[in-house]
T-cell receptor, first 113, second 114 residues
Framework: AQSVTQPDIHITVSEGASLELRCNYS??????LFWYVQSPGQGLQLLLK??????LVQGIKGFEAEFKRSQSSFNLRKPSVHWSDAAEYFC???????????FGGGTRLMVKP | DTAVSQTPKYLVTQMGNDKSIKCEQN?????MYWYKQDSKKFLKIMFS???????INETVPNRFSPKSPDKAHLNLHINSLELGDSAVYFC?????????????FGQGTRLTVV
């Protein structure tokens, strides 16, 4: 069975600083990987996804993520954080059967002015 | 237009009651899902439907019964509500059951059982 670990429950960064959110997965086959963002009281919005090909994927809002098979990681990065990026971030791995997503526990990002 | 819409957004009810949450998607997708997010923000799949047929039913109590009248709708009916059912329930959809696309999520329904 697949699993996803987000080691950091909370992260606080200053506005304008760079950001990296960690994600490690366990999956027996080629993973389909996603990052979603959840703003307070909102649903989940897809930031980016990896299916195959280039291991560095670009997403919306200036985010990118790099798939590293050797480390079973799919870390999310942003070079300069904005106050509006404060939210909960979820990494997920997809399973072919039923297209279900298995989510990590989430990382809450707080941005200091 | 909202792609995946859920109603109601908030639901407060007493233990033992029966309630339903409705979900509709206007994206023409074949596959719909229900996810549960608990108080610790942990998200877990409950059900997956493809073209009105159940594909996945994770270890969910049979008090939870999804109903898909057509492929644009997947409603969740919950019988004999318990305190532990309090959570945010998310509906989602994706174009088909092949995993080359992402899931689109609704805004969630916050269920509080008192």
């Amino acid at each position: 069975a697949q699993s996803v670990t987000q080691p950091d429950i909370h992260i606080t960064v200053s506005e304008g600083a760079s950001l990296e959110l960690r994600c490690n997965y366990s999956y027996g086959a080629t993973p389909y990987l996603f990052w979603y963002v959840q703003s307070p009281g909102q649903g989940l919005q897809l930031l980016l996804k990896y299916f195959s090909g280039d291991t560095l994927v670009q997403g919306i809002k200036g985010f990118e993520a790099e798939f590293k098979r050797s480390q079973s990681s799919f870390n999310l990065r942003k070079p300069s954080v904005h106050w509006s990026d404060a939210a909960e971030y979820f990494c997920a791995v997809g399973a072919r059967a039923g297209n279900m997503l298995t989510f990590g526990g989430g990382t809450r990002l707080m941005v200091k002015p | 237009d909202t792609a995946v819409s859920q109603t109601p957004k908030y639901l407060v009810t007493q233990m033992g009651n029966d309630k339903s949450i409705k979900c509709e998607q206007n994206l023409g997708h074949d596959t719909m899902y229900w996810y549960k997010q608990d108080s610790k923000k942990f998200l877990k799949i409950m059900f997956s439907y493809n073209n009105k047929e159940l594909i996945i039913n994770e270890t969910v109590p049979n008090r939870f019964s999804p109903k898909s009248p057509d492929k644009a709708h997947l409603n969740l009916h919950i019988n004999s509500l318990e305190l532990g059912d309090s959570a945010v329930y998310f509906c989602a959809s994706s174009p088909d059951s092949l995993l080359n696309t992402e899931a689109f999520f609704g805004q969630g329904t916050r269920l509080t059982v008192v």
